[in-house]
């Protein structure tokens, strides 16, 4: 089930937000969701010496540092806002992509929708006519 | 030519035995009502003239009337006396009495009465064999059921016949104390090994008490039989059913038991017979003589009224002693089967005692294991409760007897026979007509020979299994014997002399062919007859002004105790559900609850109930884990269900036999035909059986991820821990979801490994093991599996 705004009282993920996120994931193709039988993953763990070497490197996949970052932000402890320069800071995605990445989440697990930019309509002064203009 | 001639030297002899009876009956006077009304009240006279003796009878000289030999029926007593003319004239009376001074109503009265003997002569004899049968019956029971049944149980309320039974306990105590070696080596191996199902902490002091206990299990069960059996004698002397002597002192002889009391009960029943009852069978000849009344509902010419048809009511009278001979034969039957299982009570005990050691072993090496390789009555579960419930078996059996005599006693001498003093009270009023007077006094001496077979008949209800096979066969027969007299009365009311002697000898064949089978149109008729009977005579009761009182106060009283007793009759499935949702509704779950664990409540009504607590959701742990409820899970109703509480108790499948496969269910089978829908709504303790985890499919699995509730997840959560550990050999921090995440990632080489290993066994359970491992594991990795 979808968030419905930020500051609800739930401070974790529901499997079904993991889901939309791994989507997400997949969709920009920002590393491996799922773990066993999956030779990226195992592969990278055949690298770690120590079972804290393994947890390390699972813990430093964009999957894990996401679902880190959106749960610090259900808690309060982060802001929504920051999401796109984590995004950008520290999976080195480049602006447009973390920003891209930050509105789906947003829309697609925090349910928020972008405000309309309201069209303000202005009376407008009525440009000069210089040629009507009475000669002063 | 040949049928006409037998026709007609039969109906001669029927006119002289007539002619016999009427010179012959009567020959004492009786003691009639006299019209008096300051001797009735709304419910009745006020003193039962009919049954009192001369002298009582001239005391109550107001209200009775001492009517000697030619003083009967036209006299002032006359209305309402039915058997006590004496001469040739009240006979006369009884039968065209109110012809008064009309000599052709008289002369076609009594011609008509000549041309029902057609009818009354064979229906007489019909009758007359009935009595018989019930006399002989009497005598066998008497004579030769009684000391067969009273020997039964002198030896089975002795406990001299156990020791022959010491020299095979030896060798099974032998046998039980090498097991004990094989158990110790096996709880050693365990506890290196550290197997915790079979740790020496677990068994080791209960396995060395049992052992222990192995050697007295002789003296442990005989001094229980001999305190069932004191019990049972003490009970027996309370209830003063004088069948039993406890021998104070006797070294081995334990209790003595003689029945004399029952040969008392034999006693009754030959008097309730023929001095209650046989004096009916001349009013076959006595009431009335017109042929219209005969046979339609036409007015009677004879004293007193009677409103036809006459040939239905000595139709009656005539099969009422079927129906004695028939009782007694059903208690003789009982008393039988009661001595029966006092019989097989002896032999069971032996046999109990024989594998006492087994069992005694098996208390304190309970394991589920052991279970299975000692079943039923070689493990204590199923040898303990079986030994109690044959040991005592003879207290309710003794009860029940003492009760049933007592009951026989009580109404044969509240059960005054209007045909003992031949005469019923006069009307009063609507409040007895003639006819109902009949039946009443028909079908009161049934009251108390049911009684006390009914008695005998709950007894030996109440004993073990095996016994109530025996008395449904008793039933069997019953229904047969109950066929064979419809038969026989449809066919004599309906077709007079050749076919009520062809009846008779239907009957007869029918009875004969006991061990032929029922054939279902004779099945029919004596449900038919029976159900009759059934619905006929109560309401012939209520239509009794008189006993609308006692019947109105006697239903306020069972008012509130009713659902108690209805409990368990409540048998029709429609009913069944109607009180299931009335005490749901009253008295919630915890009601609900009580009600099915008890054990006086029908299969049906306890089946309602639980399927109510399963569509309401209300189904506790408590309850499916109560022994009880097992239990009833066990019977024919409860298999239904079976199923259904097996799918969310997976982990208890082992303990029910699966009737397809004819043993014990195993999870795999029960999660079979599961949807994911059906495996949200598992219990958490079934949850934490890692043979319910390993069984699941891997949609089953997810389904639980997903849709499960917070014990639930941490349930699979840890069992998947568990199954790590013996699969993989891995301990896995369990404390907090993300300890089990770094814990699963820290063993991940190992886990895959396993997955990938059991994916290449030859058994399909392996394989789908690896598979839920793969799912459980990722929804861990993936952070689904929480339990915040």
Redesign the interface.
């Known amino acids: 089930m979808a968030l419905s705004n930020p500051t609800n009282q739930k401070k974790f993920l529901s499997p079904e937000d993991i889901d939309v996120l791994v989507e997400i994931i997949k969709k920009y193709n920002l590393g491996p969701t799922e773990f066993f039988d999956n030779p990226e993953v195992e592969k990278m763990l055949s690298k770690a010496k120590t079972p804290e070497e393994r947890i390390k490197i699972i813990k430093d996949l964009p999957f894990n540092k996401i679902i880190d970052k959106l749960e610090e932000i259900l808690r309060g402890e982060s802001s929504l806002d920051d999401l796109s320069s984590f995004l950008k800071k520290d999976l080195n995605l480049s602006l447009f992509t973390a920003e891209k990445i930050a509105k789906e989440i947003k829309e697609r697990i925090f349910s928020i929708v972008p405000e309309k930019k309201e069209v303000l309509e202005k009376p407008t002064e009525p440009k000069r006519d210089i040629y009507r203009e009475p000669i002063e | 030519m040949k049928i006409f001639k037998k026709i007609l030297i039969g109906f001669f002899f029927g006119l002289i035995f007539v002619l016999f009876w009427i010179g012959k009956a009567g020959a004492e006077g009786y003691c009639s009502y006299l019209p008096n009304p300051e001797c009735y009240t709304d419910i009745g006279p006020v003193v039962d003239c009919h049954v009192l003796s001369e002298e009582e009878c001239k005391a109550h000289s107001d209200c009775c009337q001492w009517v000697t030999e030619g003083e009967g029926g036209g006299g002032g007593g006359g209305e309402g006396c039915t058997g006590g003319g004496n001469t040739i004239w009240d006979f006369l009376n009884q039968i065209c009495g109110s012809c008064s001074i009309n000599i052709i109503c008289w002369i076609e009265c009594i011609l008509g009465y000549i041309i029902t003997l057609f009818f009354r002569l064979p229906l007489f004899f019909f009758g007359l064999l009935g009595a018989a049968l019930a006399a002989l019956l009497i005598l066998i029971g008497d004579k030769v059921i009684v000391p067969i049944v009273a020997q039964l149980m002198d030896l089975s309320l002795t406990t001299l016949i156990y020791d022959k039974v010491k020299d095979t306990w030896e060798s099974v105590r032998n046998f039980s104390l090498e097991l004990v070696g094989i158990f110790l080596a096996i709880i050693g191996l365990a506890t290196i090994f550290r197997f915790v199902p079979y740790h020496a902490r677990r068994f080791f002091v209960s396995l060395c008490i049992a052992a222990i206990l192995v050697n007295f299990s002789f003296a442990i069960c005989k001094e229980l039989i001999v305190v069932a059996n004191d019990f049972t004698a003490g009970i027996g002397n309370y209830f003063n059913v004088g069948i039993i002597t406890a021998q104070v002192g006797g070294v081995e002889s334990g209790v003595k038991s003689s029945l004399e009391g029952f040969e008392n009960v034999f006693d009754t029943l030959w008097k309730t017979l023929f001095e209650q009852f046989f004096p009916n069978i001349w009013k076959i000849f006595t009431i009335d003589g017109s042929i219209p009344a005969f046979f339609t509902t036409a007015e009677s010419l004879g004293q007193p009224k009677v409103t036809g048809p006459i040939l239905i009511i000595i139709a009656l009278i005539a099969t009422s002693f079927w129906i004695f001979a028939f009782l007694c034969l059903y208690v003789i039957v009982v008393l039988a089967a009661f001595g029966v299982v006092f019989l097989i009570r002896m032999v069971f005990l032996a046999a109990l005692i024989a594998v006492a050691p087994i069992a005694f072993l098996t208390a304190g090496f309970a394991t589920r294991e052991i279970k299975q390789i000692f079943p039923q009555f070689l493990n204590w579960d199923g040898w303990w409760p079986a030994f109690l419930e044959w040991a005592f078996i003879g207290v309710p059996l003794i009860i029940w007897l003492g009760v049933g005599v007592f009951l026989l006693k009580d109404l044969s001498a509240a059960a005054p026979s209007f045909a003992a003093g031949g005469c019923a009270p006069p009307n009063v009023g609507a409040a007895m007509t003639w006819a109902s007077g009949l039946i009443l006094d028909l079908f009161r001496p049934f009251l108390a020979v049911l009684a006390l077979a009914v008695a005998l008949h709950l007894g030996i209800k109440s004993s073990p299994g095996m016994m109530r096979q025996a008395v449904e066969g008793i039933f069997g027969v019953l229904k047969l014997v109950t066929g064979a007299i419809a038969v026989a009365v449809t066919a004599a009311v309906t077709a007079g002399v050749g076919a009520a002697a062809g009846a008779a000898a239907a009957g007869a064949s029918k009875l004969g062919a006991i061990g032929a089978g029922l054939k279902a149109g004779t099945l029919e008729g004596g449900r038919a007859f029976v159900g009759s009977l059934a619905k006929g005579v109560p309401g012939e009761l209520k239509r009794v002004e008189v006993l609308k009182p006692g019947v109105e106060v006697a239903e306020e009283v069972a008012k509130p105790i009713m659902p108690w007793i209805k409990r368990p009759f409540v048998r029709e499935r429609e009913e069944a559900e109607k009180e299931a949702e009335r005490i749901y509704k009253e008295k919630g779950v915890k009601g609900a609850e009580e009600t099915i664990k008890s054990k006086y409540v029908s299969d049906t009504l306890k089946g309602e109930l639980l399927a109510k607590l399963m569509k309401e959701g209300k189904l506790s742990d408590e309850l499916i884990e109560s022994k009880e409820f097992q239990d009833f899970l066990k019977t024919k109703e409860g298999s239904k269900y079976l199923k259904d509480v097996l799918k969310l108790r997976v982990d208890l499948a082992p303990q029910f036999v699966n009737p397809e496969t004819n043993r014990p269910f195993t999870p795999k089978e029960i999660l079979k035909g599961m949807t994911p829908k059906d495996a949200v709504k598992i219990r958490v303790k079934a949850l934490l059986e890692p043979e319910v985890v390993s069984a699941m499919s891997p949609e089953q699995a997810r389904a639980i991820?997903?849709g499960g509730s917070v014990a639930q997840k941490e349930a699979i959560g840890k069992t998947y821990a568990e199954i790590i550990r013996r699969e993989a050999n891995v301990v896995l921090d369990t404390s907090t979801p993300e300890r089990l995440r770094?814990s699963v990632?820290?063993?991940?080489?190992a886990?895959?490994s396993t997955?990938d290993r059991l994916r290449r066994s030859p058994h399909p359970e392996d394989v789908s093991r690896a598979e839920m491992?793969?799912e459980i594991?990722?929804?861990i990795?993936?952070?689904?599996l929480?339990w915040?």
């Open positions: 991820v997903r770094d990632v820290g063993a991940f080489p886990i895959q997955i491992l793969r594991g990722n929804a990795l993936g952070r689904r929480t915040h």
